[in-house]
């Protein structure tokens, strides 16, 4: 105050406004802006006159102002995103005017250098970028600019940069950035990973595919022998159920695939007790000796009839799966009428027995002729009794043959010369014939013996019988030798030779132990084990013989006993198969099954692993997008506050009820007013959009009415259609209707699609139109406005993206609307779609159901 006097004294009038804090009545402090006026008479200055006028309310705004300032600053110091603030200069040049802290950590380099530099200068690159031309029209203009990657790379500063621009204030902006530098390399390296396993997935197929297609060939081969066979084929698992049945099956047995597959035998048995007995045992055999196995059987048919059938069982490998292979074969031939049979054949002169299971059950008269044997004596003999009665030499040749007979392998009508020797020890040249019948419903042998010792009649029978047995013996494709006890050859037909590449004398010095792989000697093996004896016929098994040069070949042996005359073993014949290729795919199979399994492995491994890679990379990519969400939800909540206070305050104002504006004042308002309101709207839309990503945000649905909430709409847009001069029409609704949804959202949706109608109209005029349909209502907002073209259909949904163009860019706004307005949208179960033609107009289309069959969910 004294210094006012003395200013007043010195210059006649107070230069300046004096401002005072003073305390009033009740504690409290007024500031008051004081000017003195000196009152002078002739003596000079007499007295001062002082007019006071408080400025309290004003100082209280800079105050408050001053507070959300500083939390602006320190939540600018805080948060992990880097700011550069910038400035446009009437030179129209950037200046680089200020950084955050977070700035200097992400860039590793002090910003605070490049402050006073123009955006060139500070960071060189961006030159070539159209980054310095965005900012420059952002700071002018305002609006958002959302880039999700910028490489930058300056030497000093290296990586990319998530950036968002925005304007804080006239001619004012700030770039904020992240590094995501990290998130570029998982997403590289996801991608890198996800293109590793299509190619892997790629190369996986083709291996399959020409593996499966190998293997197909092979069972293909399988198949059309499974299918075509004439032979009944079963297959069964390992636990004896059924699996599949050919055609062949079916109709000799007249069983259904339905009677049977998917059955276990011992639910479902068509075996006599008798056979099912044997079939168990032959089983064990087949499983601990793994070689093929035949017996006969009796067998149901589906009519309960009883056949005779010869079953043979094999293990075989399909894919990796081991199975019983079972083929039946009926060899019942028709029942003769065994009275006739009877009349003729004890007349007749042909000898004639029949044997069945071993066993001789009829024989005639005509034979006791031939052998001098009686019939009584002949009935208690075996089928290996009546055998000896031929010649040591022709026995071999007649038990095979009855084998084969058996197995319906030999031809209908073929008889065959043999020695007979009867009980007094002559010689007698006996013709066979054999058949298969059925007798007694099971299969039997019929033999009928015509004598033949008539000496020419014979010998030229013999002749015939021995060249035709020459012939056979060389030009089986098998190979057939003769040994003797220890297994010396005696003899061997020229396939056995071709096959081991030895002549005949080279055949006479060795013995078959010292060709075949095995340190047992077969022969004795054969002797022990063996059923050659109980079956009297011969043993099969596989094994390995070795050539004359080294070389090894696969084979299938059959041996069988040859006696002589007394009936004592003298040797062994043996028939043996080149099983080479039949081997090779065997190999072949299993190499390719264990390929493949070990191919699937790797291949399971590898995709576990890149699973649990992607698993990784996605809950890092989750807690990124989460804790962002989280953080700009606060963020916005923090910055809106403030806010609220300053386009409060300004307002106020504005509206003049703290005393009179000057032309200035009323214009830093205005701009103050629509800076703080665009930020307001950008950082609500923002916390909306946060809020729905990080689900916070749950519908509060209820019914109300529809017209009070387009009342209310109307009355917010009124100024803005009135002021463009635009009609604005509500269609379709004629009485008031009950609309179940949240009222807010839904009001904020409506809002939303208007005022956008509205902001991108020239003139003309828009239609809401309002449609009920049976489950759903439809709105529909059309305006005659600017239009969007095709190009840019797919932005207008986007976060932060608004339509480049000039009319655009002169409209305010975040590019955020219509990406929270469709979220809100799809929140209530509804859809939303737009039709526009650029320069004529747009149309949006929502449509809402009218009640929602799914619980409210939090999104
Ligand atoms: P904002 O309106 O804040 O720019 P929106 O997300 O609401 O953001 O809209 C995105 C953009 O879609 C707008 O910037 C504008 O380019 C375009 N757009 C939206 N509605 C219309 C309309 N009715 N006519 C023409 N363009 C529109």
């Not at 002739?42 to 309310?57: C, H, P, Q, R, V």
């Not at 309101?677 to 519908?699: A, F, K, P, V």
Request: glycine content about 4%; some cysteine; aromatic content about 10%.
């Amino acid at each position: 105050m004294l210094r006012v006097i003395s200013s007043l004294k010195e210059n006649g009038k107070q230069l300046k406004l004096s401002s005072y804090k003073i305390r009033t009545k009740d504690d409290n402090f007024v500031f008051l802006d004081t000017y003195g006026i000196p009152l002078k008479n002739n003596e000079g200055i007499y007295a001062i006159l002082n007019i006071a006028k408080d400025i309290t309310f004003l100082k209280n705004i800079n105050l408050k102002l001053q507070v959300s300032e500083n939390k602006l600053d320190k939540i600018c110091e805080s948060i992990p995103l880097g700011f550069h603030l910038y400035s446009l200069k009437p030179d129209r040049k950037l200046v680089f005017i200020g950084s955050n802290i977070a700035a200097n950590e992400i860039l590793k380099v002090d910003c605070s250098k490049f402050i006073g530099m123009t955006i060139e200068e500070a960071f060189p690159p961006l030159m070539k970028t159209d980054v310095p031309q965005k900012y420059k029209e952002i700071a002018k203009n305002g609006g958002i600019w959302k880039w999700d990657q910028i490489d930058y790379n300056d030497k000093i500063i290296k990586g990319a940069y998530e950036v968002i621009a925005f304007q804080i204030s006239k001619n004012e902006m700030v770039a904020s950035f992240r590094d995501i530098t990290q998130l570029f390399k998982d997403r590289e390296k996801l991608q890198g990973s996800e293109e590793k396993l299509i190619k892997l997935n790629k190369r996986l197929e083709e291996t399959i595919l020409k593996q499966t297609r190998e293997f197909n060939e092979s069972e293909k081969l399988y198949k059309s022998f499974f299918d075509d066979s004439p032979i009944a084929i079963i297959i069964m698992e390992m636990n004896l159920q059924f699996l599949i049945t050919n055609v062949a099956f079916n109709k000799a047995f007249g069983y259904l695939e339905d009677d049977i597959i998917g059955k276990n035998i011992k639910e479902f048995c068509f075996y006599s007790p008798q056979s099912f007995d044997t079939f168990i045992k032959s089983i064990q055999v087949l499983k601990e000796k793994l070689i093929p196995l035949s017996f006969e059987a009796e067998i149901y048919k589906k009519d309960n009839t009883l056949a005779n059938v010869l079953v043979r069982m094999n293990i075989i490998s399909l894919k990796n799966l081991k199975l019983i292979e079972l083929m039946l074969q009926d060899i019942t031939e028709l029942k003769e009428s065994e009275e006739n049979f009877k009349i003729i054949t004890e007349q007749s002169f042909m000898g004639t027995l029949i044997i069945q299971n071993e066993k001789i059950l009829y024989i005639n008269k005509a034979v006791s002729d031939i052998n001098e044997y009686s019939i009584e004596v002949m009935l208690n003999w075996s089928k290996h009794r009546f055998f000896q009665n031929i010649h040591p030499e022709d026995r071999a040749i007649a038990m095979d043959r009855f084998e084969k007979r058996m197995k319906d392998s030999l031809k209908v009508y073929d008889p065959y010369l043999y020695r007979f020797i009867s009980k007094s020890g002559n010689i007698k040249w006996i013709n066979i014939y054999s058949k298969t019948i059925q007798y007694h419903g099971k299969k039997a042998i019929l033999i009928t013996l015509i004598d033949y010792t008539d000496k020419n009649l014979a010998e030229e029978e013999l002749k015939k019988s021995e060249e035709k047995y020459r012939r056979l013996f060389e030009s089986s494709k098998d190979g057939i030798a003769m040994t003797d006890l220890e297994g010396n050859f005696i003899d061997a037909n020229k396939a056995f030779l071709d096959m081991l590449d030895f002549n005949k004398d080279n055949l006479k010095q060795i013995n078959f132990n010292q060709i075949i792989s095995t340190d047992i000697n077969i022969f004795d093996m054969s002797i022990q084990n063996n059923e050659i004896f109980i079956k009297n016929y011969f043993q099969e098994f596989e094994n390995v013989l070795t050539k004359k040069n080294g070389d090894t070949i696969p084979v299938n042996i059959k041996i069988w006993i040859k006696t002589d005359i007394d009936n004592n073993i003298s040797g062994f014949w043996s028939i043996i198969r080149d099983i080479t290729q039949k081997k090779k795919e065997e190999k072949l199979r299993e190499e390719f099954r264990q390929s493949l399994e070990e191919e699937v492995s790797k291949r399971t491994q590898q995709l576990q692993e890149s699973i649990e890679r992607q698993n990784l990379y996605q809950a890092e990519i989750i807690k990124v997008s989460k804790f962002k969400s989280q953080f700009l939800a606060t963020m916005s909540h923090e910055l809106r506050t403030p806010l609220n206070a300053i386009i409060g305050f300004t307002e106020l104002l504005l509206e003049e009820t703290f005393g009179p504006l000057n032309k200035e004042q009323n214009e830093y308002l205005l701009d103050i007013k629509t800076s703080a309101e665009h930020q307001y709207d950008m950082i609500s839309n923002i916390l909306n959009i946060t809020q729905l990503e990080s689900g916070q945000i749950i519908l509060n649905k209820q019914k109300f009415s529809l017209k009070t909430i387009l009342d209310q709409i109307n009355s917010t847009l009124k100024p803005m259609y009135t002021k463009k001069k635009l009609l604005f029409l509500i269609k379709g609704l004629d009485e008031d209707i009950e609309i179940y949804a949240d009222p807010i959202r839904f009001k904020e949706i409506l809002l939303n699609l208007l005022t956008n109608a509205i902001k991108f109209t020239i003139d003309g005029e828009i239609y809401l139109t309002i449609k009920e349909y049976f489950d759903k209502w439809m709105f529909k907002v059309k305006d005659t406005g600017i239009g969007i073209a095709h190009k840019d259909f797919n932005l207008i949904f986007k976060d932060f993206t608004r339509i480049d163009s000039t009319y655009v860019r002169s409209t305010p706004g975040t590019g955020l609307g219509l990406s929270l307005t469709k979220r809100l949208i799809e929140l209530h179960n509804g859809t939303i779609t737009f039709s526009s033609v650029l320069g004529v107009g747009s149309t949006f289309t929502l449509f809402l159901p009218k009640k929602s069959k799914k619980l409210d969910v939090i999104i």
